[in-house]
């Protein structure tokens, strides 16, 4: 084989083992729809409780926590709209997490930012792009310096 050959060998490897990295790891399921006030500039207050199980966790969103959805630029709002109903509770469940990460790496918030787009039934490559770009983008709105309350909510009670 010839240098390109390598070339194109080596890009392949590399670009499949970064799409195997973002692969669902997690089980999420949201018991409740979201109940979302609007606010100013394309933001949302939650009415309610956003209440996510991940794996055996309860990881709750409280009820007043503002959020954008997801961050996407309003030129592309034609293509991915951060207000597509299936995205949304993974959008809110993701800045609460990245805004209280608790005992969660960034990339493991990202991961299960992707298993819940997947879990919620939006498209693998449409999950993939929005995994891609918080992977790119997202480390100046990571808080890790900040860890949350734990919770009385338990899988009984919901």
Do not use: Q
């Not at 498209?123 to 309350?149: D, K, M, Q």
Request: hydrophobic share 40%; net charge negative; with cysteine.
């Amino acid at each position: 084989m010839n240098i390109k050959a390598y070339t194109t060998l080596a890009l392949l490897a590399l670009l499949f083992t970064f799409i195997m990295s973002c692969s669902p790891e997690s089980n999420v399921d949201f018991p409740r729809k979201p109940c979302l006030e609007p606010t100013t500039n394309n933001s949302f207050k939650l009415c309610n409780p956003l209440v996510a199980m991940v794996n055996d966790d309860v990881v709750v969103v409280p009820a007043g926590f503002e959020t954008d959805l997801a961050s996407i630029p309003r030129v592309i709002w034609f293509i991915h709209s951060p207000t597509d109903s299936e995205t949304i509770s993974p959008a809110i469940l993701h800045d609460f997490m990245y805004s209280c990460p608790g005992k969660y790496s960034r990339r493991t918030i990202d991961s299960i930012f992707y298993s819940s787009l997947i879990d919620n039934l939006v498209n693998p490559i449409v999950a993939y792009e929005y995994w891609l770009a918080v992977r790119l983008a997202g480390s100046s709105h990571f808080n890790t310096g900040t860890h949350c309350a734990t919770t009385d909510i338990s899988a009984e009670k919901i």
